[in-house]
């Protein structure tokens, strides 16, 4: 039960309500809004207050799994705590929507124990602040735990008998396709979907296979795809591992692919299996202008995804050339002026560049003005004087 506050009248508390899904976060009282409801009353009911965090003292996850603390909201109210919390004690309305993770839960008893953080459970009546609240917490966190990964495998065997039927397991749909509703709503109000092939880009793909059995690199066939007008998903420039992956995809032959297990699909193919055959295996030979393996880079840039155009904001790619006298240069380049899209901010060396870093810190480590100098020229920098 929650204990009265002898240092002062009321104790201040945050609500933190979770959901796993976002169809639970919509309508108009949504289990957010009963979560919400049931700790405010409590809190009234002990005549405590809502702490000036979140939205009116309520932190919302909507559509986060329990799995991890990897929430915006949990990790909003841990930065609080971590700091210096203007709040007494965290409550929820059960165990599982604040973690179904044992070794997540642990940690966070011993974090708010730490900084004297009380949090409290409605449902379970459980709070950390007394030594049997605590032992009865985490054996309610094992079997939070326990219920997850009963979950994990439920879901598991039902995406394995879907792939079986040729059923699509669901998540981001296979370039070249695309969902569209099929049928009526579901009683309990979800749209049934069907995959079929994307009038738009579908059916101008096939080329890509055709190039590919024909040994054309996947830098031929990236340059292919932009001289055609195709756009990736996330409209990027094409890269070789792009390419390869959509070419090795079964799903584009008419076979879905689940874990180990592959299965004839109901979907459409974009590609006949012989065509896709042949192009695979020429992509497994290794042959030239296929492979993009890792290789041992000739040049470490030291600065490589640090740097970013004064010009236009975006972010310096390397790049390397060869000279007259075939002896290797590298540069840094803006990614836009690399691409000629409209920055035109010259390259410059690497090696010089990162040399003359390296100097600039071996003679800061000597001298500390320097360092104090270059402080003064950021805008940001607080004038003493």
Wanted: with cysteine; aromatic share 10%; net charge positive.
């Amino acid at each position: 039960m929650i204990t009265l506050n002898k240092k002062q009248d009321k104790k201040k508390y945050v609500i933190y309500t979770r959901c796993s899904t976002d169809d639970q976060a919509q309508g108009d009282f949504t289990t957010l809004d009963a979560q919400a409801y049931h700790c405010k009353n409590m809190l009234d009911a002990f005549g405590y207050e809502l702490a000036d965090i979140g939205k009116k003292g309520v932190v919302i996850d909507d559509g986060y799994s329990g799995k991890d603390l990897n929430r915006p909201g949990i990790q909003m109210i841990i930065d609080h705590v971590r700091k210096k919390a203007l709040f007494d004690g965290i409550i929820f309305f059960r165990l599982d929507r604040l973690t179904r993770n044992t070794r997540d839960l642990y940690w966070l008893i011993d974090l708010f124990r730490e900084k004297e953080i009380d949090f409290v459970s409605v449902r379970e009546n459980l709070d950390s602040s007394t030594a049997i609240g605590r032992v009865v917490i985490g054996i309610l966190g094992i079997l939070s735990a326990f219920e997850r990964e009963l979950i994990g495998e439920r879901v598991k065997a039902s995406c394995i008998a879907r792939v079986r039927l040729g059923k699509w397991v669901g998540g981001n749909v296979p370039f070249g396709y695309k969902l569209i509703p099929n049928g009526d709503p579901l009683p309990n109000g979800r749209q049934p979907h069907k995959i079929i092939v994307d009038p738009e880009v579908g059916n101008k793909l096939r080329f890509i296979w055709e190039m590919a059995a024909n040994n054309k690199s996947l830098y031929d066939i990236a340059q292919e795809l932009i001289r055609r007008g195709i756009k990736t998903p996330s409209q990027k420039i094409w890269r070789k591992q792009s390419i390869a992956w959509i070419i090795k995809n079964p799903f584009h032959k008419g076979y879905i692919k689940y874990g180990d297990e592959i299965h004839k699909g109901t979907h459409p193919a974009i590609v006949d299996e012989e065509l896709w055959e042949k192009a695979n295996r020429v992509l497994t030979a290794k042959l030239p202008g296929h492979r993009f393996i890792k290789r041992t880079p000739e040049y470490i840039y030291l600065l490589a995804g640090l740097l970013k155009c004064g010009e236009c904001g975006s972010h310096y790619v390397c790049e390397s050339g060869n000279g007259h006298t075939a002896e290797k240069f590298f540069y840094y380049v803006c990614g836009r002026s690399k691409q000629k899209l409209g920055c035109d901010v010259s390259r410059f060396s690497a090696r010089g560049f990162d040399e003359a870093l390296i100097d600039y810190f071996k003679r800061a480590s000597n001298d500390q003005e320097i360092i104090v100098k270059a402080r003064r020229c950021d805008p940001g920098f607080p004038d003493k004087a």
